[in-house]
């Protein structure tokens, strides 16, 4: 017999079998692999984008939470950067205790779950479950009450998905988001606020160590109804850190002692209105960034909760604060008490269109002095005076007789500035407000009138302080900013001329502050509207304009609330709690006229109304013949007349005569009564001339 016939020697004999065997065992590996990747496959994709849902945040320019809103099932869940937002001593304590491999292993720590089977087997019931922060958090992303192998099996395959889909960070993060704390608290971010009242980045050892020991049994640790058991989880953290050489002996001694809170404490609720207000403008974001600046915000909450109560039990204040420069909102208080039914605490008292009183005044002198038919230092009359069937008073109903125009603006005294506009026009002045920003609000019917001047118009604080910061800009308003948006282009807008703006400020931080304040460091002006139902005071520096509101939502009357002693000092101390000195104003603008009144030409040293002229001639009213009032002039066009510049034609009037240029003097008329003047610039130019008389007569035109 040969080799060939030996048993097992050839493909028929005992090799044979072996084959099979093989072909059979691969077979199943295959089977058992195909089975494995369609149950793997079963499984479907990463709930990524369900686990990413946070609660709305509104946060300041600085990134610090003003508030956040509840998710829709009640739940709290902020988004937290492991980087920036947590102590790095949290995360050591976190990783030490949970996960030391976290930043080397793919998902799935082989030695933590050898080392947790060993210990099942030598203790008999489970010390350590092995999971890593990963297979946690595909746990807390696809929550399951069960606990077996297969469940087990289920989080190492997410796991490893987890790994390969998201960096690190990214897992700590998402971890530190989702893990639970307890009641509706999920993340370290709503813990810390909802226990402690902080961001984790302020954390104590103590409280860093209870919030590493709660997720492993949020609701049997609940602080506010478990705190014996917290603080026992608590101290065995902080033991075994001690074992490990994270914490020193005394540090945990020193941690240890600390008593474990009991109640939960409010998340933060600053600026409710502009974050109302936010939320809704502004869909679907996880974040919403405002221009408020918290600090500033929590003291001015403050200074209203404060001051209120004071002025009566029905009595809101509100207050706004905006930087000049950017016209972004640094403080915005709606009301005292956002919870206060009887103050209309969650009505927006910034936004609401009451009466403003005399807070407008300021601009009415600022058209006149643009106008160049009056200046700081002229004389005006306060003494009684009808327009038709309106007679203005003054507040305290006395006259003051003849004063500067610079005295009557910071006394407000009511005539001066009716006469004022007069000569300016009521519909003059509501433009150019409007034009400002300002939503002007009159009466059903109305057309702008005299009694605009006094308070008959409806305006918000949110506009008063948009145009008085644009008496602090000189001449220019830049719309109010609030929510920050991407690409946000604001244009300035034209309140005033440059002079007549700074000649206003110069005359307004002049005014007698209140009792006990200092004296020329915020320019500000006062308001009372009829009847006592609203008090203003709105004042600026160089830096900043504050605006802040007195009286009842309901708009109902209180018998002395007067601005003067309701709300300017309220003004006076929200530019003290800044904690920054007033900045000093701009300076004047070239060309501004600063002279004492028997320096000034001879029409501007007293105002006369302009029926007040008594002509004993035969002489005509004073009229610019040329330009006519607007038309419009090329700039080419001038050179084709012969002139090296544009020529002014008046007519009628008593020589001599001055000449201004967008208010500001450029000489005399000669005796044919006319001038040259060089054109400013392309755009609107407005020209002024004035007789010996106090007469003048004005024209707006447009050289492009």
Known sequence: MDGRDKPGHDGVGGSRPIRTFAIALALVCILSMSAFGAWVWSLGPLPLAQAQQVSTS???????????YAMADGRWRLPVDARTGVDPRYLKLLLAYEDRRFRSHAGVDPLALG??????????HIVSGGSTITMQLARLMEPRRERSIYAKLRQMVRAIEIERQLSKDQILDLYLALAPFGGNLEGVRAASLGYFGKEPKRLSLAEQALLVALPQSPETRRLDRHPETARVARNRVLDRMVEEGVVSPDDAVQAKAVPVPRLRKPMPILAPHSADQAVANVKDAPVIALTLDSSLQKVLESLARDRAPALGPDISVAIVAVDNDSGDVLAHVGSPDYFDERRAGQVDMTRAVRSPGSTLKPFIYGLAFEDGFVHPESLIDDRPVRFGSYAPENFDMTFQGTVPVRKALQLSLNVPAIELMDRVGASRLSSRLKQAGANLVLPKDEVPGLAMGLGGVGVSLQDLVQLYSGIARLG???????????????EPLRLMDQVAAWQVGNV????????NAAHNRIAFKTGTSYGYRDAWSVGFDGRMTIGVWVGRPDGAPVPGLVGRTAAAPILFD??????????????????TLVASNAKLPLPLRRFRPAGELVRTGGEQALRIQFPLDGSRIDAASIGEMRFSALPVKVAGGVLPMTMLVNGVSVGEIDGRRQRLIDPPGAGFVRLTVQDATGAADTVVVRIQ
């Not at 220019?476 to 604001?490: A, H, N, Y």
Request: glycine fraction near 8%; proline fraction near 13%; hydrophobic fraction near 40%.
């Open 574 to 591: 929200a530019f003290a709690r800044t904690g920054k000195l007033p900045a000093p104003l701009p300076k004047a603008p070239k060309g």
């Open 508 to 515: 307004l931080i002049g005014t007698p502050p209140p009792e």
């Open 58 to 68: 509104v946060v300041d320019r600085n990134g610090k939470l003003l508030r956040a």
């Open 476 to 490: 220019s308003t830049k719309p109010l900013r609030e929510i920050v948006w991407k690409d946000d282009v604001r």
């Open 115 to 124: 080392r947790a089977a060993l210990l099942v087997v030598t203790r008999g």
